[in-house]
């Protein structure tokens, strides 16, 4: 089991920018970040895998870039103007059992390492 913690969450006006992280206690082929707002189911938002490849959900390609600092053992969500429906509460992820970049950001049900959440408020 990984351990992940996140920070980096806060509130913040519209066109504005936040950066989220992830530290890691171990190692997994790929990781991303979730969301979830009220009401509403949990979504991926971008996820990268070792090779660094990455994907994203449309609404945030363009603005939203997932990082990977191996050094530093460290994932990063670099998100820029912001707007209101991306407020929610969002989620480290990591899991090595997905093959596909695309199914491990869009069918998170199987994924095993969860960090606590962090929230994103844009107003």
């Known amino acids: 089991h990984v351990q992940l913690v996140e920070s980096g969450g806060g509130s913040v006006q519209a066109g504005g920018s936040l950066r989220l992280s992830c530290a890691p206690s171990g190692y997994t082929s790929y990781m991303g970040w979730f969301r979830q707002a009220p009401g509403k189911e949990r979504e991926g938002v971008a996820a990268i895998d070792n090779d660094g490849t990455t994907d994203y959900v449309d609404s945030v390609k363009g603005r939203f870039t997932i990082s990977n600092d191996n050094a530093k053992h460290i994932l990063y969500l670099q998100m820029n103007s912001l707007k209101v429906e991306d407020t929610g509460l969002y989620y480290c992820?990591?899991?090595?059992?997905?093959?596909?970049?695309?199914?491990?950001?869009?069918?998170?049900?199987?994924?095993?390492?969860w960090g606590q959440g962090t929230q994103v408020t844009v107003s």
């Open positions: 992820a990591g899991d090595s059992l997905y093959d596909d970049i695309r199914y491990f950001l869009v069918a998170p049900g199987k994924i095993e390492n």
